[in-house]
Nanobody
Framework: QVQLDESGGGLVQAGGSLRLSCAVSGRTLSNYGMGWFRQAPGKERGFVAAILWSGGDTSYAGSVKGRFTISRDNGKNAVYLQMNSLKPEDTAVYYC??????????????????WGQGTQVTVSS
């Protein structure tokens, strides 16, 4: 069993930055894929960024490419999402997700087995 615990959300003005953290416990992640997803009110949960624990391959949604960076820390068993140049349309609940036995990036949220509780990000104009 894998437990995911997000933190780092909050209220920020447009143009500002936030760093989300996802602490992972319960299993080693050598062949896991990790993803960040977000869900705004009235919208479906959508892909933001993903990383393969082994090798560090990454992928980003077009709307965040160049502004957001996903990374992992093997020693701390954590995944991060650095969000810069935030826009009001980035406002959403952000979720960390994990899936085992992944050797390529997965952007479909339905293919992830484990989810955190979510952290609210609000960007004011």
């Amino acid at each position: 069993q894998v437990q995911l615990d997000e933190s780092g959300g909050g209220l920020v003005q447009a143009g500002g930055s936030l760093r989300l953290s996802c602490a992972v416990s319960g299993r080693t992640l050598s062949n896991y894929g990790m993803g960040w997803f977000r869900q705004a009110p009235g919208k479906e949960r959508g892909f933001v960024a993903a990383i393969l624990w082994s090798g560090g391959d990454t992928s980003y949604a077009g709307s965040v490419k160049g502004r957001f960076t996903i990374s992992r820390d093997n020693g701390k068993n954590a995944v991060y999402l650095q969000m810069n140049s935030l826009k009001p349309e980035d406002t959403a609940v952000y979720y960390c997700a994990a899936r085992g036995a992944l050797h390529s990036i997965v952007v479909d949220p339905s293919r992830y087995n484990y989810w955190g509780q979510g952290t609210q990000v609000t960007v004011s104009s």
